[in-house]
Structures are given as C-alpha cells and as structure tokens.
C-alpha cells in the first residue's frame, strides 16, 4: 500500500537547522509531487512546500522563502526538508504528503493530499 | 494568498445528528476544494477531493456540495468515530491554503 514514513522527533537549539525525511513506498516515487506542510501546537495547517521528485524542481512559500530546502534522493525514494535558522515559533509537527489528481500533473489544480506521512515532532528550544 | 474561512469552529452534537460545516474562500476557487479529518496525534485523512468526490474508503454518510467561494461538508448521522477536527483546503493554486479548522466535539 502507498505509504509515507517519516524520521524522528528532533530536539533543536535556536539558530540551528533541522532536516526531516519522507520515505515513499507502495507507488513510483517520480510520478507525484510531494509536500510539506506544518502544524504549530493546537493550531491549523500550513502549507510550505512542493517538490517534483523526478527532476527536483521546488516551489515554497513566500513565508519560507530562503529558510527552507527541499530535496530529494531517487535511489531511496526518499524527500527532505531543511528548515534553517530555527526559532521558537517553528516548533511543529512537520508532515510529508502525496500530491494526488485524478490524472496528468498533480502540479495543476485539481490535487489534493493522500496519504500523509505520521509527522515528524520538531521542537525548537534553548 | 486564497484565505479560508470555515464556521463554525468549534461545534457539539449527539451520535446520529446531521452536521454541517461550512467553508468561504476569499475569491472563486472553482471547485478546487478539499476536505481533511484529523484526529488527536494523527495525520490529516483525506474526506473529500474536487468539492464532491468521496474518496476511497470514506463512509457514504460524509458528502460534500458547493463551488465558486462557498462549500460545505454534511455528515448525515454522526457516529463516535467522527469527532474529530475537519479542515477545508484550497488546491486552485499550488500554494494551497487551508481554514483554521472545525473541531467537533460530543454533546
């Protein structure tokens, strides 16, 4: 079945950066975009990034424009984020999710997010 | 960016209720609209895709209806498994943006 697993919670000093995984399996990784979206302690969702596994190619929010890096290693079907520069305001749990469309580029509208990985516990803290 | 905005936020009903959410863009979205539950601790599941489409697996008695600015998600009898938050999101641009969510809570 298609799935997404994230890596561990990691515990992280202000100023720092912290790198989150998403490992893809179930489907072929390069045919999906995939994105990252976060979610501060009782608050909603918000959206961060997009990355095109086949050729790399990122689009993020302006919001974290120049503090976020995403990547991604074909040969383990597996994303990253990279978020720098780390504050208190970034503790969040960080999730990984499947652009999905009903067919062509799930770049375009319309896409929504299926599945999602477990989430990954950032916690940014002097 | 699209701004959404979802009412109730928070809202308490009784197994069997029918329930409404509503969620408003800030511009036409077409039917660019997608439906998230989330349970404590847990991912975001996908309800509902492109305003209507019920996804795989989802009970029959979740549906959802609109287009433009104004959408809505109907649960027709609430079960204990459906308390939960639910999220609207918007996919009219590759910036998605979601509402602040609707928790809904036993009576």
């Known amino acids: 079945q298609v799935q997404l697993v994230q890596s561990g919670a990691e515990v992280k000093k202000p100023g720092a950066s912290v790198k989150v995984s998403c490992k893809a399996s179930?489907?072929?990784?390069?045919?999906?975009?995939m994105h990252w979206v976060r979610q501060a302690p009782g608050q909603g969702l918000e959206w961060m990034g997009i990355?095109?596994?086949?050729?790399?190619?990122?689009s993020y929010a302006q919001k974290f424009q120049g503090r976020v890096t995403m990547t991604r290693d074909t040969s383990t079907s597996t994303v990253y984020m990279e978020l720098s520069s780390l504050r208190s305001e970034d503790t969040a749990v960080y999730y990984c999710?499947?652009?999905?469309?009903?067919?062509?580029?799930?770049?375009?509208?319309?896409?929504?997010?299926?599945?999602w990985g477990q989430g990954t516990l950032v916690t940014v803290s002097s | 960016d699209i701004q959404m905005t979802q009412s109730p936020s928070s809202l308490s009903a009784s197994v069997g209720d029918r329930v409404t959410i509503t969620c408003r863009a800030s511009?036409?979205?077409?039917?660019?609209l997608n439906w998230y539950q989330q349970k404590p601790g847990k991912a975001p599941k996908l309800l509902i895709y492109?305003?209507?489409s019920l996804q795989s697996g989802v009970p029959s008695r979740f549906s959802g209806s609109g287009s433009g600015t104004d959408f809505t998600l109907t649960i027709s009898s609430l079960q204990p498994e459906d308390f939960a938050t639910y999220y609207c999101?918007?996919?009219?641009?590759?910036?998605?943006?979601f509402g602040q969510g609707t928790k809904l809570e036993i009576k």
């Open positions: 179930g489907y072929t990784f390069t045919s999906y975009y």
């Open positions: 999101q918007q996919s009219y641009s590759t910036s998605c943006t």
């Open positions: 492109a305003a209507s």
């Open positions: 990355i095109n596994p086949s050729g790399g190619s990122t």
């Open positions: 511009q036409s979205i077409s039917s660019y």
């Open positions: 999710a499947r652009g999905d469309c009903s067919g062509g580029s799930c770049y375009f509208p319309p896409f929504w997010f299926d599945p």
